[in-house]
């Protein structure tokens, strides 16, 4: 189990080569907190990370749980734009422009906070190719 989960925390770094190296580490703690909490499949995550979203609750959840712990939502599910904007502009080096066209593409209200943490997740892969997982 340990070998397992070593090779899925070297393969979470690997896949977020587009962040910085204490985001990377930050992300794979979460990945390990929230992996517990959501029990979500480890098959159907690293689908996620591949882009192959499932309409999955658990992984919703562990989305959901992820976006809070790096900050993008609070405890209510709401986004905390401000803090979206300075962890994606860091992703995109700098780029403003770009940071502020995908906020405004993905940073999209919904009243379920897991589906509004999903939805984000999912367009900012798409749009940008940064893998928040």
């Known amino acids: 189990m340990k070998v397992l989960f070593a090779f899925v925390c070297l393969v979470v770094l690997i896949q977020v080569n587009s962040q910085t190296d204490k ?3 930050l992300l794979a703690q979460h990945y390990k907190e929230c992996l517990a909490k959501s029990k979500v ?3 159907t995550l ?3 990370r591949i882009g192959q979203f499932a309409d999955d609750d658990k992984l919703k959840e562990h989305i959901l749980c992820v976006a809070q ?8 599910g709401q986004f905390q734009n401000q ?3 300075t962890k994606l502009r860091e992703a995109l080096k700098g780029d ?3 940071t502020k066209k995908l906020i405004s ?3 999209i209200t919904n009243p379920d906070p897991k589906l ?3 939805n984000a997740f999912k367009c900012v892969y798409q749009k940008a190719s940064i893998n928040l997982l």
Do not use: L, P, T
């Open 83 to 85: 803090v979206i904007e």
């Open 23 to 25: 985001q990377k580490e």
């Open 96 to 98: 403003a422009a770009k």
């Open 46 to 48: 690293q689908k996620a």
């Open 116 to 118: 509004q943490a999903f």
């Open 69 to 76: 712990k790096i900050g993008f939502q609070n405890s209510a």
């Open 41 to 43: 499949n480890e098959a």
């Open 105 to 107: 593409d993905c940073a």
